[in-house]
């Protein structure tokens, strides 16, 4: 609206309209409430404007809508793409061209907008969807003691150079995200959700798993209270007990073998096997080690209102 008053009031003075005819031509560009709201009986335009101001003019209200739009399109993982995805690099330039439409209205109407823009709630609204490594890097570069605008301004230089590797890995393919069929093996011919799916409950479709992490990211995994029951689990869903890929007997490969590539370390356990190298089960599976979940699992599992203990024993607090 403060756009629409400004341009407007420019166009004005360019083409030397007649003052009795200013608050007519203003008519011609407006349609339904904003017309009516100016009826036809100003006789100056200044105060047909301010009318306009009255009426649509609330900062919190124009930022809202805003805010709401962003959080419809971005506000949920699912809608940022895994690393090295066309989907992630199109969710970083609509985030990065959101940041430049709010720089702009500050820079517009700083009166009016700055303080509704740079704001705790526009802050947890960017950063509602975001994939969890971009958060976890934007608390180590900023603080409690920053300005909001210094927080915005790091997320778009974080953007930035996030853009610039989903790129690289989208162009060149290395480290880019895999088709469903890649995560199996060479040898598999199932896609990888029919194994997710299990008495109603589908990995690749509910908001609280983690796909990637195959049944080691089920968040009804973490509802159980046992090693021996996440084991049955595992097994009921044809999985590994260790790495929880699902199914454990891949078409065409005489041996399993555990994968821990990409995010999927982020759910295996913290402790030493008797070799010395890291233990070759995953968190939840280890009875073996106390305290042996990663900073990634615990904030996944307290985001989805499960407390941790020591090896993984949970409890699920919302029944």
């Known amino acids: 609206m403060f756009k629409f008053v400004k341009e407007f009031e420019d166009a004005i003075a360019a083409d030397h309209i007649r003052k009795a005819d200013?608050?007519?031509?203003?008519?011609?560009?407006?349609?339904?409430?904003?017309?009516?709201?100016?009826?036809?009986?100003?006789?100056?335009?200044?105060?047909?404007?301010?009318?306009?101001?009255?009426?649509?003019?609330?900062?919190?209200?124009?930022?809202?809508?805003?805010?709401?739009?962003?959080?419809?399109?971005?506000?949920?993982?699912?809608?940022?793409?895994?690393?090295?995805?066309?989907?992630?690099?199109?969710?970083?330039?609509?985030?990065?061209?959101?940041?430049?439409?709010l720089e702009s209205l500050v820079k517009d109407h700083p009166d009016h907008l700055k303080s509704e823009i740079y704001s705790s709630a526009t802050l947890l609204i960017l950063t509602k969807g975001m994939p969890h490594e971009f958060s976890k890097k934007l608390n180590e570069r900023c603080s409690h003691k920053d300005s909001y605008e210094s927080w915005f301004t790091t997320i778009f230089d974080m953007l930035e150079e996030n853009k610039s590797t989903n790129l690289s890995a989208l162009s060149t393919g290395i480290g880019a995200a895999k088709g469903s069929n890649q995560d199996h093996g060479s040898g598999s011919t199932t896609s990888k959700s029919n194994h997710l799916k299990h008495n109603g409950h589908d990995c690749t479709k509910s908001n609280g798993c983690k796909d990637r992490w195959d049944l080691l990211g089920c968040i009804n995994l973490y509802k159980l209270s046992s090693v021996e029951e996440r084991e049955n689990f595992i097994r009921e869903r044809r999985g590994c007990f260790k790495c929880g890929k699902t199914p454990f007997i891949v078409k065409h490969q005489k041996k399993h073998f555990c994968i821990w590539k990409n995010s999927k370390m982020d759910a295996r356990c913290l402790g030493k096997s008797p070799?010395?190298?890291?233990?070759?089960?995953?968190?939840?599976?280890?009875?073996?080690?106390?305290?042996?979940?990663?900073?990634?699992?615990?904030?996944?599992?307290?985001?989805?209102?499960?407390?941790?203990?020591?090896?993984?024993?949970?409890?699920?607090?919302?029944?």
């Open 22 to 101: 200013e608050v007519k031509t203003l008519i011609k560009y407006l349609k339904g409430s904003a017309k009516a709201s100016i009826g036809e009986h100003h006789s100056k335009l200044e105060d047909a404007l301010e009318q306009l101001k009255d009426n649509y003019g609330s900062p919190r209200l124009i930022v809202d809508k805003y805010l709401k739009d962003f959080e419809k399109s971005l506000g949920h993982i699912k809608n940022w793409g895994k690393h090295g995805s066309k989907e992630r690099v199109d969710a970083i330039n609509k985030t990065l061209d959101f940041l430049r439409n």
């Open 275 to 319: 070799t010395g190298g890291r233990c070759w089960k995953g968190a939840a599976m280890c009875a073996d080690h106390n305290d042996n979940a990663t900073d990634v699992l615990k904030d996944w599992l307290q985001a989805q209102k499960i407390t941790v203990s020591v090896n993984v024993i949970v409890a699920n607090v919302d029944g």
